[in-house]
């Protein structure tokens, strides 16, 4: 309960409340009465309706690449006179502002992507708004309001008011006014998540070539996987980009760049294999080749190659002519080359050498009487048996030869496979350097402009105070 000096102080205070809501309720009723909210609000129809505007930006929400379509939280301020909802305020006690639902009242047709008006410009005249005798040619940025969005940051925001020279005045869309956003996208979430794993899973396809050149299926192996790892963050970047074939983004030509080195890099991998299996039995060197890539190439590079010897000269051994007097050993190859039992081969050995060893003793000593005959049987006897060893040597001697051609032109094709390899590691590290450097600075040297637009001095932006 009130007491004391309290109740007429509030009874005061309702009887003031209750007469103002009724002066503007009877404002209100008066100034709606007979108001057409359909007709334009001129005086004559000569008369043209000034409709000044304003853009308030409190949110960037979102850019949706794909469907080019911009998400924004603004408010648009329209302001013009209506001559209808003119009064007195000493007829209503003083008051000046009313607030009225827009629904009864009358309003331009005026939409945000201002591509139609249902006026003629002999109607409405659009206009930018004006505070303080100054023209608001920018985008109105509430401090305190606009919430920063984390993957756009705005760089311009100027307003214009354009003027179709080609339409008719008295047609509509003759007159324009344009607000416009230039955002740059901040790129610190792509190069974290897109950028940088994929450079690096690049560097593991460029280096396979560290490993030798008959490794060819494993490096065929990593590159095909980086391939398949790269086409899944190229997947993932076309959901993102628009449809269209006017712009491509970087990140794109990027991916595709990265595409092609790896393909290129797999390429290389199964020519190099292909030569350095290569052997005298399938191909023939060309002296061309061998003075290129294991002289001259080599030589450039730094690289540390042993040279081979000539595969004419690398076994000297001539054929042997008689058989020696200290007798001969048997190998393994030999067995193999011959064609007989060991145990055969040794018997014939031991008796080779004592037919010969006797034959030879009975030279030294000098022929006895009656002897001669007996020597001459006995060298006899031994000649078909100096000539099989001969003969066995000879063949033994001609299959090292050739086992020693073979291994060393096969030596020299996986040295010419070694050297391409060489090359080819550094043909693609310095394409992937130089095409990395390349887009990226590309992406650098692609900033807003300092000022809206080409050619314009005005910056379109509040005076500093």
Known sequence: MLKGPGLPLLLL???????????????????????????????????????????????????????????????????WCDYRLRWDPQDYEGLWVLRVPSTMVWRPDVVLENKSQTYSTSEINLQLSQEDGQTIEWIFIDPEAFTENGEWAIRHRPAKMLLDVAAPTEEAGHQKVVFYLLIQRKPLFYVINIIAPCVLISSVAILIYFLPAKA??????????????????????????????????LISKYLTFLLVVTILIVVNAVVVLNVSLR???????????????????????????????????????????NGSPTGWSLTAGEEVVLGLP????????????????????KLEKGPEPGQSQEVCGSLKQAAPAIQACVEACNLIALARHQQNHFESGSEEWFLVGRVLDRVCFLAMLSLFVCGTAGIFLMAHYNQVPALPFPGDPRSYLPPPD
């Open 342 to 361: 060991r145990s055969e081969l040794l018997f014939q050995q031991w008796q080779h050498n004592g037919l010969v060893r006797a034959a030879l003793e």
């Open 13 to 79: 205070a309702v009887c003031l409340g209750a007469e103002g809501r009724n002066q503007e309720e009877r404002l209100l009723g008066d100034l709606m009465h007979n108001y057409n909210p359909h007709l334009r609000p001129a005086e004559r129809d000569s008369d043209v309706v000034n409709v000044s505007l304003k853009l308030t930006l409190t949110n960037l929400i979102s850019l949706n690449e794909r469907e080019e379509a911009l998400t924004t939280n603004v408010w648009i301020e329209m302001q």
């Open 216 to 249: 060819g299926g494993q490096k065929c192996t990593v590159a095909i996987n980086v391939l398949l790892a790269q086409t899944v963050f190229l997947f993932l970047v076309a959901k993102k980009v628009p449809e269209t074939s006017q712009a491509v983004p």
């Open 279 to 321: 052997s005298p039995h399938t191909h023939s060197m060309a002296r061309g080749v061998r003075k290129v890539f294991l002289r001259l190439v080599p030589q450039l590079l730094r690289m540390h190659i042993r040279p081979l010897a000539p595969v004419a000269v690398q076994d000297t051994q001539h054929p042997l002519q």
